[in-house]
T-cell receptor, first 114, second 109 residues
């Protein structure tokens, strides 16, 4: 199993541009989520999904959209990038539907917005 | 929602000594408390977790203790080694698994 795969690893955007961060897992996990990591602030939940067709907002959802058309994929879309969205983004999945336990993280995407 | 505070933010220890990281949480309904380790430039990885019906759990050189009454839990690393140098995150599970801000541990040779 490849686990959780994220692309791209690095991305530079200009303010106002849009882009999609890709996340795929091959472990048949129902639960998938997106976190952003900023210095001194830990990991903050952006959006999550408990199964195909079901998504919900986390702690910091503004400026981001998600969809879950399949169990495997959970892309994160930045609609109009802002410098405040400069961060490291992690996708994570877990085997429990209602439990956010034993998260498996992807390798991360380092995003810079100029 | 849940609020998790983690201390200290940085910790430097001599190789072979012990390291202790403490976290407090606010929501008494939280029932699952994991610890993640993140090496420089890598992804966070689960190293140990504990449920609210257990007071202590050990796995080789690491252990976690939980005090539900005081709403705090701690990570203990004994006989520290250079490979223990990393950022450690605690978390508490309400509906969204809230993370602490992290502790950067440096093990001095």
């Amino acid at each position: 199993n490849a686990g959780v795969t994220q692309t791209p690893k690095f991305q530079v955007l200009k303010t106002g541009q849009s882009m999609t961060l890709q996340c795929a897992q091959d472990m048949n996990h129902e639960y998938m989520s997106w976190y952003r990591q900023d210095p001194g602030m830990g990991l903050r939940l952006i959006h999550y999904s408990v199964g195909a067709g079901i998504t919900d907002q986390g702690e910091v959802p503004n400026g981001y959209n998600v969809s879950r058309s399949t169990t495997e994929d959970f892309p994160l879309r930045l609609l109009s990038a802002a410098p405040s969205q400069t961060s490291v983004y992690f996708c994570a999945s877990s085997p429990g539907t209602g439990k956010r336990e034993k998260l498996f993280f992807g390798s991360g995407t380092q995003l810079s917005v100029l | 929602g849940e609020n998790v505070e983690q201390h200290p933010s940085t910790l430097s220890v001599q190789e072979g000594d012990s390291a202790v990281i403490k976290c407090t949480y606010s929501d008494s309904a939280s029932n699952y408390f994991p610890w993640y380790k993140q090496e420089l430039g890598k992804r966070p990885q689960l190293i140990i977790d504990i449920r609210s019906n257990v007071g202590e759990k050990k796995d080789q050189r690491i252990a976690v203790t939980l005090n539900k009454t005081a709403k705090h839990f701690s990570l203990h690393i004994t006989e520290t080694q250079p490979e223990d140098s990393a950022v450690y995150f605690c978390a508490a599970n309400d509906y969204k698994l809230s993370f602490g801000a992290g502790t950067t541990v440096t093990v001095r040779a």
